[in-house]
Structure formats: C-alpha cells, structure tokens
C-alpha cells in the first residue's frame, strides 16, 4: 500500500477547528486525512472508538464519510451518531465512553464552507494540537493502515432526554418561539419542544444546508427579523434562535429586544450563583463591563479570558468554573453540565429561569445599567495580516502609555469606557467593538479605533448605524 501523505491549505488549520471553503480550501481528502491523522493520535494515546457527527451542510455527508474512512483505516470503532447538533456529538462522547469525537461543521460560516471540530478524550482539541495534525499529515507520520469498522448510533432520544433532566421551571406554560434557522439541531428542537411545558412554535425547522430562510447566525439582527416578527405576532415571552450548528444562541425577550450573549450570560450567572456562590464565571474579551460588574454584585468571581470555544473550555476545566459564555452567543454550563457550548441545553436552562420569574425578560433586560455599545464589528484583512495588524496597535498603544487588556488582541480602557481589536480565528477579519457610556464618547471610542487601523493602513470600518444600546 502506497505511504500515506497530505498537504492542508494552510488557512484551513485555525486555532480551534478546521476550517475552509468547499471544493478550494477544504476537500473530501482533507476529510480523509484529518480522520488518519486523528484517528492516530487517538490510537497512539490507547483509544479504540471516536464518535462522530455531522451537520446539515450539503458538503457535510461527503465529508462525514471520508472522515470515518480515515478513522476506520487506523483501526479504531466509528461511531456514527448522523445529522444533529454539535452539542450531541459531544454529549455521546461522554455517553459512549469515546475516546475522541469529530463533528463535521462549517458552524455559522456561509453554506459554502465547512469543517471539523474536535475532542480528544473529554477534552477540546485545538491550537497546537491541530498544527500537529498538518505535521503528521505532511510527514505521513500515522499508525500502519488497518481494517477498522462503523456503526450507526441514534442517541438524539437520550440527548433529549438528558437535557431535560434538568428542566427547573415547574409548570408555568410559557410561549415560546423557537429558529433552528435550518440548521443540525432543527429535529431536536421538536423533540425538546414535544415534551416541555408550554406552548411552542417552531419556524424554519426543517434541516436545509442552503439555508433558505436566513443565514444562522444569531448574532446578526438581521438574522433575528423573523423570530422578532414571530414573538410580536404570537405575543410570545420569548424567542430563541440557533446558529448552523445548535452551539450557539440568539434569545429575544417579549418586546422583541435582543438580548445578546452578555446580557444572556447576566441572566444566567444571577441564577447559577444561588447554588454555585463566589464561583468564578468567565466571559470572553468582547463581552460588556456591564456583565462582569454584575457578575461580581450577585457574588461571582467575574473572569474575562480569549474568545474562542476551545479556548473558553480549557479555562473552566483549569478554574472549576459552574458557567462561561461568549458574545457569540457560545454558552458553556458546567453546572450540571458537562462544560460544553450547548444551545438547547442553555435554552431549557433559560426557560426555567423564566418560568420561575415573577415579571417579564423584558424587564430585567429594561433594569441593566444603561450603555451604548457597536455591535460586534467585522471587516475585511487577509490573514496573513490580520495578527499582524493587533500587534502593530499594541505597539503604538504601548507607546502611547494606554490602559491596555491584551487577554485576546487589544482591550483598550479610557475615561469614556473600552474599545476592542482582535484578530478573528475563524475568517479573514478583525473584530471590533466599542463601549461608552454616551454618545460622544462613543464617537470618541471609534474615531481611536479608526484611528489605529489607518495607522496600519486599512480602512476604518463603516460605524454608521451600527450603535447598540444594551
């Protein structure tokens, strides 16, 4: 049999998944060869099953079957759990006792992407591990071909019925609209929504990988425009939306607000520091001050840490955390839980936190101290750039003798309130987000941010309209 070697694109290998365009930068025999690759490291630690899933993209069942080619090839059980979230796949890895996982995923990127995220035991693979991986494919540095073997296994009835174990709202019959968006979790939602409480009305909820209705990604109002007209119509008490892949959430409350993932995480926190009081609940760097104040008023140890799932994950295993979440809307419970970023998990959580309300979400998203922030910015720098661009402002900050985080790019903290520029570790852009507690000092915040990318000779990005009061 022919030695085994492969060349990634290198764009393809980010910091917490794999990641590229189909048919360009990310092939059937790049699916092959993460599984040889993978399926080795597994193989070499004394592992015998990787579990293994995939979402609803229409590349996804071609990826999925030369991934488990790859996996099988090192001699190792396959389990196949099919088409559902990614959240499942990592549910059955504790379920079925794997020894890694793999889920196949372009996440919330366009349809015409895809990628694999992965677990090595009940841990998230990611940084340098997924370097490594290029290495050994390069060098064809694997275990000896052998004759594995696949199996499928339905455990979308267990999942279900685990998340719902911990359904703490009594029998409140709260209204509510679900947007799996098309997306992998849209058959578990009407599994979860069968047996709540409640009355439930599910829109876009047949699996799609062109995405018909809007792109699923929760954190763009535009993508929200639906489930708000939805919420306002059926006078609901909330509306909850997935991204592509049910790992990240989108929750709008009864006026038909936004709430995003920080003010969700405030929510959250207030409730899992009754039981879990002085626990160390972590944010990623865009998140609001606002959240880490008051994570610290409900008696919280608030920890701001990089943005990035894997990244987050590490963080609560090394800190005992019950509870972490990103601006993205990636919510890790480990109250409870398993510590992973779980959609449908967090939307049960949440609505037994209503259900228990005496009032409205609206209210206590009316009650938050009042700033005006940008949302998440995104534009456009190659990525051979864009890290480049982050340590180039740093410099000039550091000069300047600014206030400076610099957890995961630049946190920069002024009289008018912060400003944040980073490097994504999904896409070619940089990420930007500003925090006042005014309007003029607003302006103030993205005139320094535009400021800075000029310097580096890009163009400022368009904040016209961009203003999000929360």
């Not at 540095?141 to 052998?146: F, G």
């Not at 790992?247 to 995480?265: A, P």
């Not at 002024?414 to 500003?434: H, I, K, P, Y």
């Amino acid at each position: 049999m022919t030695a085994f070697h492969h060349s990634f694109d290198p764009t393809s290998l980010r910091e917490y998944d794999i990641r590229g365009i189909v048919g360009q930068t990310l092939k059937p025999e790049d699916a092959f060869a993460i599984g040889r690759c993978f399926g080795s490291i597994v193989s070499r630690g004394g592992g015998h099953k990787v579990a293994v899933g995939y979402d609803g993209r229409l590349s996804s069942p071609e990826m999925e079957a030369q991934l488990v080619a790859g996996l099988r090839a090192c001699g190792l059980e396959v389990l196949r759990i099919g088409c559902g979230p990614t959240p499942m796949l990592y549910y059955a890895a504790y379920a079925l006792s794997a020894d890694g996982a793999v889920m196949v995923t372009g996440s919330h990127n366009p349809p015409n992407y895809n990628g694999f995220k992965m677990m090595l035991g009940k841990k998230p693979f990611f940084g340098k591990q997924i370097q490594e991986i290029g290495r050994m494919a390069a060098e064809g540095d694997v275990v000896p071909a052998a004759i594995g073997s696949d199996r499928q296994v339905d455990i979308s009835e267990q999942y279900v019925a685990r998340v719902l174990e911990d359904w703490d709202g009594g029998d409140r019959a709260l209204k509510v609209v679900w947007d799996p968006g098309n997306g992998s979790s849209a058959e578990i939602v009407k599994m979860l929504v069968a047996r709540l409480p409640g009355t439930h009305f599910v829109i876009n909820g047949t699996i799609d990988g062109t995405f018909p209705a809007h792109h699923p990604d929760p954190t763009v109002a535009k993508n929200l425009e639906q489930i708000i007209a939805e919420v306002a119509r059926e006078k609901a008490d909330l509306g909850i939306a997935f991204d592509g892949d049910g790992d990240r959430i989108g929750v709008v409350d009864d006026e038909g607000h936004i709430l995003f993932g920080d003010q969700l995480m405030i929510v959250l926190s207030r409730d899992v520091l009754k039981s879990k009081p002085g626990g160390t609940i972590i944010a990623d760097v865009k998140a609001s001050q606002v959240l880490f104040d008051e994570i610290a008023k409900a008696g919280g140890n608030p920890l701001m840490w990089k943005t990035g799932h894997s990244l987050i994950k590490a963080k609560m295993a090394e800190t005992g955390s019950p509870l972490a979440g990103e601006m993205s809307g990636h919510i890790f419970f480990a109250d409870k839980w398993y510590g992973f970023d779980d959609a449908p998990y967090s939307a049960v959580r949440l609505l037994g936190i209503v259900a228990r309300m005496q009032g409205k979400l609206s209210a206590v998203r009316a009650a938050l101290p009042q700033v005006i922030n940008t949302p998440e910015l995104r534009f456009d720098c190659p990525d051979t750039r864009k890290f480049q661009v982050v340590a180039e402002v740093k410099d000039r900050l550091a000069a300047d003798g600014a206030k400076v985080q610099d957890v995961d790019g630049v946190r920069v903290l002024t009289e008018d309130g912060w400003w944040l520029l980073r490097a994504s570790n999904t896409q070619a852009v940089l990420v930007a987000r500003a925090e006042a507690t005014t309007e003029a000092g607003l302006d103030r915040l993205k005139a320094q941010i535009g400021h800075q990318l000029e310097a580096s000779g890009l163009k400022a990005p368009d904040f016209s309209g961009e203003n999000a009061g929360h």
